[in-house]
């Protein structure tokens, strides 16, 4: 299901999510870091966003300029990464 967003732009609500991303990298918080990384991963898969929408708020969020490849090769090797762990989370009830 696609974003509906009334109270905020897109733009706020990446800006939103990455904010909390990095909030919960840097307190080590795992599990709410693989939940959000999760989410972002399902809403990939599922096409409601494309890998341009989220490379670009992911650029405009950290000050980078990855590539469509670097984005790829991000994607997998965390993204996916802790997709997978949140996924195994859930799966054993461990959170």
């Known amino acids: 299901m696609a974003l509906n967003l009334i ?5 706020e609500f990446a800006a939103r999510y ?13 599990a709410e870091f693989c939940r959000l990384l ?5 809403m ?11 490379r670009a ?4 969020a950290f000050g980078r300029s990855l590539t469509a490849p670097q984005w ?6 965390r993204i996916k990464v802790a997709h997978d762990r949140y996924a195994a ?7």
Do not use: P
């Not at 790829?72 to 090797?77: D, F, G, L």
């Open 7 to 11: 109270h905020q732009t897109g733009a």
């Open 18 to 30: 990455w904010m909390r991303v990095r909030a919960a990298r840097n307190a080590g918080k795992q």
């Open 38 to 42: 999760y989410w972002l991963e399902k």
């Open 44 to 54: 990939l898969v599922t096409g409601d966003l494309t890998d341009a929408q989220a």
């Open 57 to 60: 708020s992911f650029n405009a």
């Open 72 to 77: 790829t090769a991000m994607r997998a090797a």
């Open 89 to 95: 989370m859930l799966a054993e009830g461990n959170l």
